[in-house]
C-alpha cells in the first residue's frame, strides 16, 4: 500500500461528529421520507383549512369617560370609575362575562341560531370543534352551549395605553357579526346606567328607611327631654339658659348694688358720728348740703351783720341787742336739732342698708340651694340632650343626603361611550387558506428533515441496508507480490506443505469493503450500541450489507483475520456481530483468536460442543446484546464440521475472530468451512505483510471478499 504518516492508535471511542457532509448524506437518503411527510403534511393543512368555514371579524371602541354630570352629582352613590392598567383590564373582564353575554344572547335571540346553539346529531365540519372539550364534559343546557360559542367568538383588547377598550365579533354572517359588536358595546354602556339607577334606588331606599328610623329614634329622645325636665321642675328662659342662673344673677347684681349701698351709708353715719362727738356736726355734709340748715344759716348770718350794726349803734346792753341774741340762740338751737334730725336720719339710713344686705343675702343662699340641686339634674338632662342633638344631625344628613339621591334616574350618564361603531365588514378575517397551506409547505418540509435526522439519530435500521460497491484499492496501493519465502518473523507456526496442484497465479487484490477506527479498549464495542448513526456504526453497517449480498438469503460462516497479530481485531469482531445482531441477524460469535471474547473453560466453548455439551450450555451470552460467544482452541477445528453445520441451521451468521493470516495451522480447516473471510489490516502496515497474507489466503484456497482498513 501507499506510504501515509504513522497515526497512533486510539484507546477511547471515536468522537461523534455530524458536519455538513453527513447532513447532506441524510437528505439524500431519506429524500423520499422528506418529500413524503412534506406532501403529507401540506395535504393535512389544505384539508383543515378547505373545511373551516368562512367567518368575518369586525370591531367596536368603547372609550372609559372620566366626563360627570355637574346637575346632580351622581357620584354621591357611586364614585368614578379611575382609568388604571387595573380598571381597565377589570372592565374587559366585564365586557367578556357570561352575563353580558346572555344579555346580547336574549336581545337578539341568538339561542336559536344553529351557529351558536348547533342542534344534537348535527354534522359539524368544523374540525376545531373536535379539539376542544368533549360534549360529555361540556354544557348540556342551550343556553350554556350559545354563551360558550359566543365567548370563543369575542375579543376585548385595549388600545394602546389610552382608555379605549376594542371589542371584536367574528361570526360567518358579517352584517351578524357587526350586529353583535354593537349590540355588545351598547348592552355594556346600558348596563353602566343601569348599575348607577339601581344604586341610587338602593341607596335611597336605605336612606329613606334609616331616615324614618332616625325620626321615631329623634321623637322618642325629645320626649324623654321633656319627662325629666318635668320631673326635676327644670325651666329654661327664652334663650334656653336656666331661669336659677338668671335669678342668681340677678340676686348677685343686688347684692353688690345693696352692699355699695350700705358701705356708703356707714361711711357717712361714721363721719357724722365722729364730727358729732368733736363738735363739728355743721360740717357733715348733709348737714352742708341741707337747704334747712343753710336757710339757718344765712339767718344767723343776717343777725351777725345786724348785732354788729346795733352794737355800733347802741352798745351791747341795748334792748335790740338783747333780741338779737336770742334770735341767735334760737337759730343755733333749730340748727342742733336738725343736725341731730340728719344724723338720725342717717343712722336709719343705714339700719335699712343692713336689713336689705341681709335679706338679699338670704335669697342668694336660698339661689344657690336650688341652683346645685338643678345642676346635678342637669347632668343626666345635658347627656339626653346631646343624645338628641346626635340624632337630630344624624337626620338631618340622612334628609340631605335622601335629597341628593332622589330624582337622578332621568339625569344619569354611563362611564363609558362608543365611540367607534362596529362596521359590517367586506372581506373574510378567517381562516387565512393561501397562506397557511404556502407556509406549510417550509414547515412541512423542515418536519421531514426533522424527522430524518431523529431516525438517523435515534433509529435503529430494521434491515440491514443495500449493499454498496466496494471501493477497489488504488493502483498505487497494489503492494508488490513477493516470494512464499518472505515469511514474517512473528509467525507462529510452520506452513503446512504446498498443496500437490500447481501453484496458484499471483493473486488480484481484493476490494476495500469497510475503513473503520482501530482500538484495543472494548469501549469501542460498546460505541456501536450507543451511537449506531455514528462514522464508525455506519461503516459496518456497510461491511454488512456486503456481505448480505453475498449471502443469498443462507446462513454464512465468516473469518475476520488480520494481516498480523492486532489487539483491535477482537474489537472489530466484537462490534461486528453486535451491529449483526442489532440489525435482527442470529449471531454466533467464535473466538478463535483469544480469550478476551469467550473466556476458555471445560464446561463451555466449541470444544465443549464437539463433545456433546448442548448449545445452550456451551454458549456464553453478551452482557449487552443478544450475541452468543464461543472459545474455540486450534485442536477442535479438525472435529468441527458437524458442529459448524448444525450451527448453520440454528444462526443467521457464524463470525469466527480468527488468528492471523499465516500464522496458526488452523487455517486450512477455517478457510475449508467458512463462506467468506475478512482481511483487516491499519492504514499503516506495510506492503509486504499484507502481501504475505494475501499470498497465504490464496494458498489455503480461503474465500477472500475483501478488506477492512483501521486507522
Not at 326 to 350: C, F, H, P, W, Y
Not at 376 to 399: C, I, P
Not at 669 to 676: F, G, P, Y
Request: with cysteine; charged share 20%; glycine share 4%.
Amino acid at each position: 500500500m501507499s506510504t501515509h504518516e504513522v497515526r497512533p492508535v486510539s484507546t477511547s471511542p471515536p468522537e461523534l461528529r455530524f458536519g455538513p457532509a453527513d447532513f447532506l448524506r441524510v437528505l439524500r437518503e431519506r429524500r423520499g421520507l422528506i418529500r413524503n411527510v412534506a406532501l403529507a403534511i401540506v395535504a393535512v393543512t389544505a384539508v383543515v383549512m378547505f373545511s373551516l368555514p368562512t367567518r368575518y371579524s369586525t370591531s367596536a371602541v368603547v372609550m372609559l369617560d372620566q366626563r360627570k354630570n355637574t346637575v346632580a352629582d351622581a357620584s354621591s352613590v357611586l364614585s368614578a370609575l379611575p382609568t388604571d392598567p387595573s380598571t381597565v383590564q377589570n372592565q374587559i373582564q366585564v365586557l367578556s362575562s357570561r352575563d353580558l353575554a346572555l344579555k346580547v344572547i336574549d336581545k337578539l335571540h341568538l339561542e336559536a341560531d344553529p351557529e351558536f346553539n348547533p342542534p344534537p346529531g348535527g354534522l359539524d365540519l368544523n374540525p376545531l370543534h373536535y379539539l376542544r372539550a368533549s360534549p360529555k364534559s361540556g354544557p348540556t343546557n342551550g343556553r350554556e352551549v350559545a354563551v360558550d360559542s359566543f365567548l370563543r367568538n369575542l375579543d376585548v383588547t385595549s388600545l394602546g395605553v389610552s382608555t379605549s377598550l376594542q371589542v371584536s365579533f367574528s361570526a360567518r354572517d358579517p352584517e351578524k357579526a357587526a350586529r353583535i359588536a354593537n349590540t355588545l358595546a351598547k348592552s355594556y354602556t346600558d348596563d353602566q346606567i343601569a348599575l348607577k339607577r339601581g344604586a341610587a334606588r338602593q341607596a335611597a331606599a336605605w336612606l329613606s328607611d334609616r331616615m324614618h328610623q332616625l325620626a321615631q329614634q329623634m321623637q322618642q329622645q325629645e320626649a324623654a327631654v321633656q319627662i325629666y325636665k318635668a320631673e326635676h321642675n327644670l325651666i329654661d328662659s327664652a334663650d334656653g339658659k336656666s331661669l336659677v342662673d338668671d335669678q342668681l344673677m340677678a340676686i348677685n347684681a343686688q347684692l353688690i348694688a345693696a352692699q355699695s349701698d350700705l358701705a356708703e351709708k356707714k361711711a357717712a353715719y361714721d363721719r357724722v358720728a365722729a364730727l358729732s362727738r368733736t363738735g363739728n356736726a355743721a360740717a357733715i355734709t348733709p348737714v352742708v348740703n341741707s337747704k334747712m340748715i343753710g336757710d339757718l344759716r344765712t339767718q344767723e348770718a343776717e343777725l351777725v351783720r345786724q348785732e354788729s350794726d346795733l352794737a355800733t349803734r347802741y352798745g351791747p346792753n341795748h334792748p335790740k341787742m338783747e333780741a338779737i341774741r336770742n334770735e341767735k340762740r334760737d337759730l343755733a338751737a333749730k340748727i342742733s336739732r336738725e343736725v341731730q334730725g340728719i344724723a338720725g336720719s342717717l343712722e336709719s339710713d343705714l339700719e335699712v342698708a343692713r336689713a336689705h344686705v341681709g335679706s338679699i343675702q338670704a335669697s342668694l343662699t336660698k339661689a344657690e340651694r336650688q341652683a346645685r340641686v338643678e345642676n346635678m339634674a342637669r347632668v343626666q338632662l345635658k347627656a339626653l340632650e346631646a343624645n338628641l342633638g346626635s340624632t337630630r344631625a344624624t337626620y338631618e344628613s340622612f334628609v340631605a343626603r335622601l335629597r341628593a339621591v332622589q330624582d337622578q334616574d332621568d339625569i344619569q350618564i354611563p362611564e363609558a361611550r362608543v365611540i367607534s361603531t362596529a362596521p359590517v365588514p367586506t372581506a373574510p378575517s378567517s381562516p387565512h387558506r393561501s397562506l397557511f397551506i404556502g407556509a406549510s409547505i417550509p414547515g412541512g418540509l423542515l418536519v421531514g428533515v426533522l424527522i430524518a435526522l431523529l431516525l438517523e439519530r435515534f433509529g435503529a435500521p430494521a434491515t440491514v441496508p443495500a449493499a454498496t460497491p466496494a471501493r477497489p484499492v488504488r493502483r498505487a496501493e497494489r503492494p508488490a507480490v513477493e516470494p512464499p519465502a518472505a515469511v514474517p518473523a512473528y509467525a507462529e507456526v510452520t506452513p503446512p506443505p504446498a498443496p500437490p496442484s500447481p501453484a496458484p497465479p499471483p493473486p488480484v487484490l481484493p476490494p476495500v469493503l469497510a475503513e473503520l477506527a482501530a482500538s484495543p479498549d472494548l469501549r469501542l464495542a460498546d460505541w456501536v450500541l450507543d451511537h449506531p448513526d455514528s462514522p464508525y456504526g455506519r461503516g459496518l453497517n456497510r461491511l454488512l450489507a456486503t456481505l448480505a449480498s453475498l449471502r443469498h438469503g443462507q446462513a454464512q460462516i465468516v473469518c475476520l483475520a488480520s494481516a498480523a497479530p492486532d489487539p483491535s481485531q477482537s474489537v472489530t469482531a466484537l462490534a461486528l456481530a453486535r451491529m449483526a445482531a442489532r440489525s435482527g441477524l442470529r449471531t454466533l460469535l467464535i473466538d478463535a483468536e483469544s480469550s478476551r471474547l469467550a473466556p476458555a473453560s471445560p464446561t463451555s466453548g466449541l470444544a465443549a460442543m464437539v463433545a456433546g455439551t448442548p448449545f445452550a450450555t456451551a454458549v456464553l451470552k453478551d452482557r449487552r446484546s443478544s450475541v452468543y460467544c464461543l472459545s474455540a482452541p486450534a485442536s477442535v477445528w479438525p472435529q468441527a464440521d458437524a458442529v459448524l453445520a448444525g450451527l448453520r441451521q440454528s444462526c443467521d451468521l457464524v463470525l469466527v475472530n480468527a488468528p492471523a493470516a499465516g500464522s496458526a495451522a488452523v487455517w486450512p480447516h477455517l478457510a475449508r468451512l467458512s463462506d467468506a473471510v475478512l482481511l483487516q489490516t491499519p492504514v499503516t502496515a506495510a506492503p509486504a505483510t499484507i502481501a504475505h497474507a494475501l499470498r497465504w489466503l490464496v494458498a489455503m484456497r480461503a474465500p477472500l471478499r475483501g478488506l477492512v482498513v483501521t486507522r
